[in-house]
């Protein structure tokens, strides 16, 4: 460790002024010898590539020690496999882990640039659809800060998320295209690149050995990116493969001018990490996506196998050197390729090969929505796969053989690996689970409902396997770059260590009631909505006025989301004020954003809604200075960084049992939003912790919806009892808010009046009542910022380095490292 702290020393032993000088001359160096360019002719963003290039060098060198000293004391390492990283832009967030703003701020004013403005056109890298996605990415910054040595293993999309536009209100889905100025971040490894198998055959070669010819090959080449944890203490590797073909050019084809077929083989291979499927909790069932799954597993599988071989010269000790992490269900696939290059590669028997998987292994899960848990057709798996499929089949038999003997009434066939009610498909869920020793959920009710509900049989053959590690945040992301104002206070009142120690703000809470606090805590907010409100001008094109209240929903559009139920109440909202225009209604605006999976119809709809709601709200002159609504485009990380702290009131309001953590929720929580929501995922530990008294909760509860979902009332009798609703629905539905086209809601309202599984009409009263609580409380502004101080205080729990510690001791093993213990 002690190379780590000299460096650390030596980064400090500069005179601030030598600092800055020795930046802008790296500036200068990469500008001029990197990218060719002399200052005179620089653009904004060859300054922002200098920029990136010179922050790297002192990101490598925290990183290579890290690398070093976990490589020389053979130290356990985690394999955190994710078919998605969402990370957003790293320029700033690396240089405040570096402890670099200030003088790279300085160096780059010195040369005639503004840092904050050419950190805004770095490219959001959206290798990821939401939650889950973003989850990894935290934690890949955790690991860092707390000294976890790891490795994040996923696919470097040529295009990431789409593009949202907004065109007449309706959602267009426009190509991303992060990598069109290159990535300066990462670096190529032609030298680690691995051979991809797909079809072909199988030949016996032993008992449990096997020979398997793919019929198709395509090469993974690696690309890492170093993550640099807070105070550059360590440093995680972010490695992402890309397909590469065997053969870019046929010259067969080519010399007989059959230029297409001359690339054929070519665009097929590297169709593979071409794009990223937009599809969030839903499986999108394409063989493509089947393909990219177990290309991104088996190239990281064969590189750990390959690296521990040479690092420990046998795999017998796999376990004890390596934590694989699976990311829900995309990287299953790894129980078998383990199996596979354990058996056939490396000549274990069946036994010993199942103990070192199972012992390796562990395996998240994110929803018990039914329709998202992935599952692949028994065909294409064999076509696709024969020898995983093989080994499928081998798992399952020895498993239902042994629950069998073990207890002969257990319900076979909910267990197996293999569905056969639906014509025959492989349950991914399954097979990770009997593959791993570990298996978890992301919050206190998700996994307790796992035990009930999907894994209820499994659960009964491993009692013991399901746990619990609530879902975390990055509080350098989240707090310290996105809230310097909030960061400032804070530093002031809890000491300037709360950005080493996120467990400190809650000092905070003793100042609640503390009126300069208070008005300090107004005086950021304000500032924080004004920036919004400039964005939110130049987006949406309606003014907003900071002073009034910001009501915030952003997250993937979803019917169990429930953004209908937001805006159905906004209507309600709205025709209220019209009828009393005088009574105290807290003025709002509703800042809604986004994306709807491109083939979700009702999601698309949702929006549209939003939308035209929004233009009839903002041109009505006698709501003006009481409600707006906008919808603002492309939500991504950054538009989230911009959004959150500027948030007083935080949506949350899922139909409850159903959104299995949440990760939103603890950002606006941290950044003092009060909560608006229903007893489901993270927010109900959010409630214990902040106290009752300060988070707004409504709504039928989980076991209350699954009596609801049992016994459905009629949608007509419940809006008969529901003052308000059926104006509402009929409006909507009779094209109020859509004149061009008056049936344009008529199908979106028809399905809450004919089933309204996501219970929207049900919760609606107990909604609109909550809301007139946050009126009430809205006007008492002290008991606002009360509340609000309350919030960041308790919520220091919900960091990621509290999830990442709980992970290293309970799941995966591993001593957290000396940044964690400094
Ligand atoms: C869950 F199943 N999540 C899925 C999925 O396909 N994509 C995804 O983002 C989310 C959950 O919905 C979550 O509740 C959770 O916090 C997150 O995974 C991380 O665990 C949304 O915030």
Redesign the pocket.
């Known amino acids: 460790m002690n190379d780590l702290s000299d460096k650390r020393t030596a980064a400090v032993h500069f005179e601030p002024d030598d600092q800055v000088d020795r930046l802008k001359s790296e500036i200068l160096r990469k500008l001029t010898y990197s990218l060719g360019k002399a200052p005179a002719a620089a653009q904004a963003h060859d300054w922002l590539t200098a920029g990136i290039l010179a922050t790297r060098d002192h990101a490598i060198d925290v990183w290579q020690a890290s690398t070093k000293e976990s490589y020389a004391t053979g130290r356990k390492r985690v394999y955190y496999l994710s078919l998605e990283f969402l990370i957003g832009r790293s320029l700033a967030d690396t240089l405040n882990n570096l402890g670099l703003t200030e003088p790279m701020t300085r160096a780059m004013r010195e040369l005639g640039v503004d840092l904050p403005e050419i950190e805004t056109i770095e490219p959001d890298a959206a290798l990821g659809?939401?939650?889950?996605g973003r989850?990894a990415a935290c934690y890949m910054e955790a690991m860092a800060s707390t000294g976890v040595p790891a490795l994040g293993y996923g696919i470097r999309y040529d295009h990431g998320l789409f593009k949202q536009g907004i065109e007449n209100g309706r959602q267009i889905e426009r190509p991303e295209d992060w990598l069109s100025f290159r990535n300066p971040w990462e670096f190529e490894r032609r030298e680690a690149s691995y051979r991809i198998g797909f079809g072909g055959s199988v030949a016996a070669s032993g008992p449990d050995q096997v020979v398997w010819t793919p019929e198709e090959t395509v090469f993974a080449v690696a690309y890492d990116t170093p993550v640099v944890g807070w105070r550059g203490r360590d440093s995680t590797t972010l490695r992402l493969w890309r397909a590469r073909a065997m053969h870019p050019l046929s010259l067969d084809a080519f010399n007989k001018g059959d230029l297409v077929g001359a690339v054929a083989e070519r665009n097929r291979a590297e169709a593979i990490s071409k794009v990223l499927y937009p599809n969030?909790?839903t499986p999108a069932g394409q063989e493509l996506r089947l393909r990219q799954e177990f290309f991104f597993t088996s190239a990281s599988l064969q590189d750990l196998v390959h690296r521990h071989h040479r690092q420990f010269g046998s795999l017998d000790n796999l376990a004890e050197k390596a934590a694989i992490q699976l990311n829900?269900t995309h990287p299953s696939l790894a129980v078998a390729e383990l199996m596979r290059l354990l058996l056939d590669e490396h000549k274990f028997n069946w036994e010993k090969a199942w103990e070192i998987t199972n012992a390796t292994i562990s395996y998240t899960n994110?929803?018990l929505l039914p329709e998202?848990l992935e599952t692949w057709p028994v065909a294409l798996v064999e076509r696709l796969l024969p020898r995983h499929m093989q080994i499928i089949f081998g798992i399952n038999a020895r498993f239902l053989d042994a629950v069998r003997r073990r207890s002969p009434d257990a319900d076979l066939a909910s267990l197996s690996l293999i569905d056969e009610h639906h014509g025959r498909r492989v349950r991914m869920a399954n097979l990770a689970f009997v593959g791993s020793h570990t298996v978890n959920g992301?919050s206190a009710l998700h996994s307790n409902l796992m035990k009930e509900t999907v894994f209820a049989q499994l659960h009964r053959a491993f009692p013991e396997r399901i746990t619990n590690v609530t879902?975390g945040i990055t509080p350098r992301r989240w707090l310290l770059n996105a809230n310097p104002g909030l960061t400032r206070l804070l530093q002031e009142v809890c000491g300037e260590a709360v950005a080493d120690d996120i467990g400190l703000v809650r000092q905070f809470g003793a100042h609640a009631d503390d009126r300069a606090v208070q008005e300090r805590l107004a005086a950021i907010r304000r500032d924080n909505k004004l920036r919004l409100a400039k964005v939110i001008q130049q987006d949406c094109g309606v003014v907003v006025d900071p002073e009034v209240l910001f009501d915030v929903q952003i997250k993937r559009v979803h019917e169990y989301k429930r953004q209908l139920l937001n805006i159905l109440e906004t209507i309600a909202l709205y025709n209220a004020i019209r009828s009393e225009p005088y009574r105290d209604w807290a003025p709002r605006v509703k800042v809604f954003a986004g994306k709807a999976a491109s083939n979700y119809t009702t999601a698309k709809s949702i929006i549209n809604l939003i939308n035209d709601v929004a233009a009839v709200v903002n041109n009505d002159i006698t709501t003006r200075d009481r409600l707006k609504v906008v919808f603002l485009p492309n939500y991504n990380v950054s538009l989230a960084e911009l959004i959150i702290p500027a948030a007083d009131l935080s949506e949350q309001i899922s139909t409850a049992g159903m959104?299995?953590?949440?990760?939103?929720n603890m950002k606006f929580a941290l950044n003092g939003a009060i909560t608006i929501g229903t007893l489901d995922?993270a927010n109900i530990e959010i409630g214990e912790r902040v106290g009752a008294d300060n988070i707004v909760i409504f709504g039928l509860t989980a076991d209350e919806v699954e009596i609801a979902k049992r016994n459905p009332r009629p949608s007509a009798e419940v809006i008969r009892a529901t003052p308000h609703l059926e104006g509402v629905l009929d409006a909507v539905a009779g094209g109020a808010y859509s004149p061009g086209e008056r049936d344009r809601y008529a199908q979106l309202v028809e399905g809450l009046r004919l089933n309204d599984w996501f219970l929207v009409l049900r919760d609606f009263e107990s909604y609109h009542q909550a809301q007139r609580r946050v009126d009430a409380l809205w006007a008492d502004r002290a008991r606002w910022w009360q509340m609000s101080v309350a919030n960041t205080a308790h919520c220091a729990w919900f960091s990621a380095d509290r999830a990442i510690g709980e992970y290293a001791e309970r799941i995966w093993h591993v001593p957290a490292g000396q940044a964690a213990r400094a």
């Open positions: 659809n939401g939650g889950l989850l969030d909790s829900d994110h929803t998202a992301v879902n959104e299995a953590s949440g990760t939103g995922g």
